[in-house]
């Protein structure tokens, strides 16, 4: 009998239902096997309940169909080795599609491949011999025709990662010939030579051996990144010859470090810069570790200046700028630093927005004005916010020097200047934009020009906007309501922003948000300081608020300890009790 059938019927007439009684009489009744091909996973709860297999088959499951899997009696008449080697020819068909699909040369390559693969399994015909795609694949690679090298290349292409993977399985069969052979056509790389280099010593070619480590020392170190026990294995063996310089050093500092293991890391950037003057990437690096792991701040600042010496890069400039801020180096003397290189401050928008920040810092909010207007910026994930704190910090500046003056026609139009973002920026206000250090500023203006009204309804927009950041903007909005009247509210918001900061300090190295660091500059990898940097501010502030002057002072000493931005710090200490703020 026929035993094909086929369904056909409108959603919800009962198809799958049909089949899953069918499946299960099948079951019950008989012996037969039962496969279901079920992309939908139909049929997943019915095949458990029976307690069968359910096989998982997608580009991300553990489990998998092997094209390549054969036996003895794959074919009753034919010889299975050449049915089977039809069949691959036709799936490797199919994979490289196209209307050409596979070239002649190709055809005979590929067979010649699968009939030596599947010889070579029934020497020992055991499961855990059997061939997988993987084995015709590396098969392929092995061949001198020059169209599978090219085939090889075409699917490799520039992954120069790709290639050192392939290269490291057969350096670890000792098949050096091989390793060679692939380092020839793969792209130029370090790491390439240090595996032929490796391959080369195998087979006793010493001389050739030490051309490629000698090649190795010439490339230059940038973008490349070993990281496996492989690579390892073939770096030392390079250090041990010592005839690329500092470059296997290096290397070997980066793998270690990376893996956690600093002593050994900063050891080998130590020797590297000891076999190979001008190897700035080693010096920068020492410069870090010894910042951020060994807080070695004199040695870090030692390292980074000779790192910039040697190679004076925007990022260099950037780094060599935090690790002497974090030495202690005052602002005026960082700002001489940045402005004797305004092409690389220029080329980097980090850099330019840490310039801001050090002129806003110093007092020179002409500067951080004129400065924010030389540009156009492209707001980068992680500085969202900075360039508008920085507008709004510098503004404010420029108007209390007016009012200081008198001038409150002036300051309210610098005031109303903070609030604007002009289209050079590409970042307008954001949801938690810090702007009631603004409105209070406006107010007093305006309440000093006699606009008593006016003034009310910007000390009421003040009051409302509380971000709950614990930073000055929620200082002033707690200042807000003070004018208002609401001496309970603002105490209250105070002393929310003090427990706020000591929860901050109870778990100091405990990271307050989800997600990381904007950046990785020196200073900015350790949780602890970056909760410090917040804390003490917020402290201040509030205490400020409720009139506790002396421990708001200290809170101020530890804020620049940490390294904290002191502007709103040093404005509202100026300020005093001239503002409203004289505590609670």
């Known amino acids: 009998l026929n035993g094909n059938s086929f369904r056909l019927g409108v959603s919800g007439s009962g198809k799958s239902f049909s089949a899953k009684r069918e499946i299960a009489n099948a079951f019950l009744v008989t012996d037969d096997d039962v496969i279901v091909c079920d992309p939908e996973a139909e049929y997943t709860a019915l095949v458990k309940k029976f307690e069968g297999q359910v096989i998982k088959i997608s580009p991300s499951s553990t489990q ?12 009753e008449e034919d010889n299975p080795i050449a049915l089977k080697a039809d069949f691959i020819l036709s799936l490797c068909e199919l994979i490289v599609g196209g209307k050409e699909g596979l070239q ?8 010649r491949c699968v009939h030596q693969i599947y010889q070579t399994y029934f020497e020992h015909p055991v499961p855990e011999n059997m061939p997988v795609l993987q084995d015709l694949y590396e098969a392929l690679l092995l061949q001198d025709e020059k169209e599978a090298l090219d085939r090889l290349k075409n ?49 006793g070619k010493e001389a050739k051996a030490a051309d490629f480590l000698t090649q190795a020392g010439e490339m230059s170190p940038d973008y490349c990144f070993p990281y496996t026990d492989m690579d390892r294995r073939v770096l030392q063996y390079a250090f041990a010859q010592r005839k690329d310089g500092g ?11 990376g893996r956690d293991n600093r002593e050994e890391g900063v050891k080998c950037w130590e020797v590297s810069v000891t076999r190979e003057d001008g190897l700035h990437q080693a010096h920068r690096c020492m410069a870090l570790a010894l910042l951020e792991v060994f807080e070695d701040k004199v040695g870090a600042r030692r390292e980074m200046e000779k790192a910039f010496a040697m190679h004076q890069d925007g990022r260099y400039l950037l780094e060599l700028m935090e690790i002497r801020r974090e030495s202690g180096v005052p602002v005026e003397k960082l700002l001489e630093l940045l402005e004797a290189y305004p092409q690389l401050v220029y080329k980097r928008e980090d850099l330019y927005h840490q310039q801001l920040v050090l002129y806003n810092e110093a007092g020179m909010p002409e500067k951080a004005a004129a400065y924010l207007k030389n540009r156009t910026f492209n707001p980068y994930e992680g500085g ?10 510098a503004y404010i500046q420029l108007g209390r020097r007016a009012f200081r003056e008198k001038d409150y026609g002036g300051a309210i139009a610098f005031y109303k200047t903070a609030l604007e973002y002009p289209e050079n920026y590409q970042e307008g206000r954001g949801v938690t934009a810090r702007e009631a250090a603004v409105y209070f500023h406006m107010a007093k203006a305006l309440e000093a020009a006699g606009e008593e009204r006016e003034a009310f309804a910007w000390y009421e927009k003040a009051a409302a906007h509380q971000t709950g950041r614990l930073d000055e903007s929620d200082f002033y909005t707690a200042c807000a309501l003070r004018r208002l009247g609401k001496e309970r509210e603002a105490a209250a918001l105070y002393l929310s922003m003090l427990d706020g900061a000591d929860a901050i300090l109870k778990e100091e190295d405990r990271l307050p948000y989800f997600g990381g660091f904007v950046s990785n500059l020196p200073g900015e990898h350790s949780i602890k300081k970056a909760n410090h940097r917040k804390a003490h501010p917020a402290r201040f502030y509030a205490l400020t608020g409720l009139g506790r002057k002396q421990e708001a002072r200290k809170e101020k000493e530890l804020a620049a300890v940490w390294g904290a931005e002191m502007a709103w710090l040093r404005l509202i200490e100026e300020d005093g009790g001239k503002m409203g703020y004289e505590g609670i």
Request: proline share 4%; net charge positive; glycine share 6%.
């Open 384 to 393: 969202e916010g900075i360039l508008v704190k920085a507008h709004i910090l």
């Open 104 to 111: 002649p040369v190709e055809k005979t390559v590929i067979d």
């Open 64 to 75: 998998y169909i092997n094209p390549m899997d054969i036996n003895a009696n794959y074919s």
């Open 155 to 203: 699917v490799l292409r520039e992954r120069k990662t790709a290639w050192r993977v392939l290269m490291a399985e057969y350096l670890e069969l000792g098949a050096w010939q091989e390793v060679l052979k692939l380092g020839r056509i793969a792209p130029a790389d370090p790491m390439n030579c240090y595996y032929r280099a490796y391959a080369a010593a195998g087979l």
């Open 247 to 257: 470059k296997s050093a290096y290397y070997l500092g980066c793998l270690f470090y």
